[in-house]
């Protein structure tokens, strides 16, 4: 892997995903749980899959909803449901969060940290709560929550476009062969992996009505990629 794909910190994962992607949240979910319960410190380079800029078109709802149901329910937990507010406050575009936690990677607003606390709040805001994450006042709302974000210099740092720059450069990277999708998770101990743990499939084209359907899901992979963390570590 190239140093561009990839964070050379042994303790680092690299996630490339896109927020509006109801399977990157799964994963994240799952390695941040798994960390949690394990006690294990946890950093997480978030790198953009930006999804509309590889479709040309926002993400439609009619396949992000579905997946929604499908993940929620084998995963009550989340706390997932289905878009409960009104249908013009629906994102359509993931661009302005995606760049926000890009812009808090900066050691002056939050660094890797509160990168990682930003893009969890701004996907359970999305999923769990029904928050329109395309705008500016949302985002900025959500990283006063993140106690490892400076939520005034992530404003600032927005204002000045920062973070725009890195999401069009992954983008630009994650069209060559080494990234699969979103999500795809690295390490530099070796671990790769596209939508690990999930078992699904679509039953048919989502525009003539085809569903998700999710035969199983196996967490077991993030107790995988943590113990090779700590191996790591500790050489």
């Known amino acids: 892997m ?7 910190d042994p303790g680092t994962v690299t996630v490339w995903s ?13 390695l941040r749980a798994t960390a949690r319960a394990r006690g294990q410190e946890l950093l997480i380079d978030h790198r953009a899959f930006p999804l509309e800029l590889f479709n040309s078109q926002p993400t439609p709802k009619f396949i992000v909803e579905p997946e929604v149901i499908v993940i929620g329910a084998h995963r009550p937990e989340l706390g997932w449901r289905v878009w409960s ?5 629906y994102p359509s575009t993931t661009l302005p969060a995606l760049e926000a936690v890009q812009a808090a990677k900066d050691p002056a607003v939050g660094g890797l940290r509160g990168s ?3 893009d969890a709040a701004l996907r359970h805001a999305f999923y769990a709560q029904s928050r329109c994450i ?7 709302g959500l990283a006063e929550e993140c106690p490892a974000v400076d ?5 600032g740092a927005m204002e000045r476009g920062a973070g725009r720059a890195e999401v069009y450069a992954h983008w630009r990277i994650a069209e060559g062969p080494q990234i699969q999708g979103s999500p795809h998770l690295f390490t530099a101990g070796g671990f ?10 679509w039953t048919g084209d989502p525009q003539q009505g085809g569903l998700p359907r999710l035969d199983g899901y196996d967490a077991s992979w993030a107790e995988k990629l943590l113990d090779g963390l700590r191996e790591e570590k500790g050489r």
């Open 18 to 30: 896109d927020i509006g992607c109801p399977w990157a949240s799964l994963a994240l979910h799952t």
């Open 85 to 89: 507010g009104a249908e013009s406050d």
């Open 134 to 140: 395309s705008v500016p006042s949302v985002i900025l």
């Open 192 to 201: 790769a992996a596209h939508n690990p743990g999930a078992h699904f499939a």
């Open 116 to 118: 990682d606390q930003l």
């Open 2 to 8: 190239t140093d561009a794909t990839i964070a050379a």
């Open 151 to 155: 939520a005034p210099a992530l404003a």
